[in-house]
């Protein structure tokens, strides 16, 4: 059984009072934890942005054992461009289905599959089913421009294994009761506008220096380096931070000290809707004329 493990997948956001309000109503997750900061991040997580930003996790259930999302807000930025990139999680959940019901959201089935994007255009897609093994988000589907490349880099060097290779798609993952990593080709280049994100593993401490230097030694992609990462009053943890072939944003943590970091905070949803009462960026660019940026 592999030690690794799937951890969340990072969004940038530009409206935090519109997607909080999505996330508690529509998909009916929980708030795990929520930070500010003053300067961005060393290992990049709120983007290429060296100002103000916060970080909100959100799932439904303790990162233990849950697949969560990381929603990154930059004060100056009011909207990102989409990409070609990411392609939806998938959430198995009759749950989810009655609230677009009761709240009117827009929504589009195909297939038996209902599909909603967030506010800011992230796809999410519902199965109509009640979950029964805990966890109700059950992959992650990333564009590929070369499906058996792909297939290489997360299963050799990434030691996933492979599940399921059908037509477009493929089906990968460190174990068949977590979240998996779903490739689909696009038969072409993958284009990350600036709305691209991040995907987590965890993995123990000890093995983040052999990882990198086994992607280095066959000549992939490092974007940080072994680093450590500081959160005021929490623990340090270590990250390693490479690309695959596509260049879709992958993130290793030393799990030891991740598992210490992401304890849920019972305080969450009150730090969060602190954070946005406390954000008057829209009306300074409001005074001034302006709109926020769009990345």
């Not at 951890?7 to 708030?31: C, D, Q, S």
């Not at 992607?215 to 695959?244: H, R």
């Not at 969450?268 to 409001?286: M, R, V, Y």
Request: net charge negative; with cysteine.
């Amino acid at each position: 059984m592999s030690t690794r493990r799937a951890l969340h997948f990072v969004f940038k956001v530009g409206n935090r009072t519109a997607t909080a309000k999505f996330f508690r109503n529509i998909l009916g997750m929980k708030f795990l934890r929520h930070e500010e900061f003053e300067e961005g991040c060393k290992a990049s997580c709120n983007g290429p942005y060296d100002g103000k930003w916060s970080k909100s996790m959100v799932g439904y259930g303790p990162e233990d054992n849950h697949f969560v999302i990381e929603l990154t807000y930059n004060y100056g930025i009011g909207s990102y461009k989409l990409g070609t990139d990411f392609m939806g999680i998938t959430i198995q959940s009759t749950d989810v289905i009655e609230n677009i019901q009761k709240h009117n959201y827009p929504y589009t089935e195909k297939d038996g599959i209902v599909s909603v994007q967030s506010p800011d255009g992230y796809m999410f897609h519902i199965v109509n089913q009640t979950t029964t093994d805990g966890d109700p988000v059950k992959k992650v589907t990333l564009a590929s421009s070369n499906l058996q490349k792909s297939i290489d880099f997360w299963s050799d060097l990434c030691g996933m294994k492979l599940f399921n290779k059908e037509g477009k798609k493929a089906l990968l993952g460190y174990s068949e009761d977590q979240c998996q990593l779903e490739l689909y080709d696009i038969g072409t280049a993958v284009d990350h506008a600036t709305a691209f994100g991040r995907i987590a593993f965890s993995c123990p401490r000890d093995e983040l220096a052999s990882i990198q230097d086994k992607l280095k030694s066959t000549g992939q992609t490092i974007l940080t380096p072994l680093v450590s990462l500081d959160t005021p009053g929490k623990a340090t943890v270590e990250v390693v931070i490479p690309a695959d072939p596509d260049g879709h944003e992958i993130c290793f943590v030393g799990d030891e000290a991740f598992r210490e970091l992401s304890q849920v905070d019972t305080k969450a949803d009150e730090l969060l809707d602190q954070g946005i009462a406390a954000d008057k960026s829209d009306e300074w660019f409001a005074k001034k004329g302006q709109t926020k940026a769009s990345a």
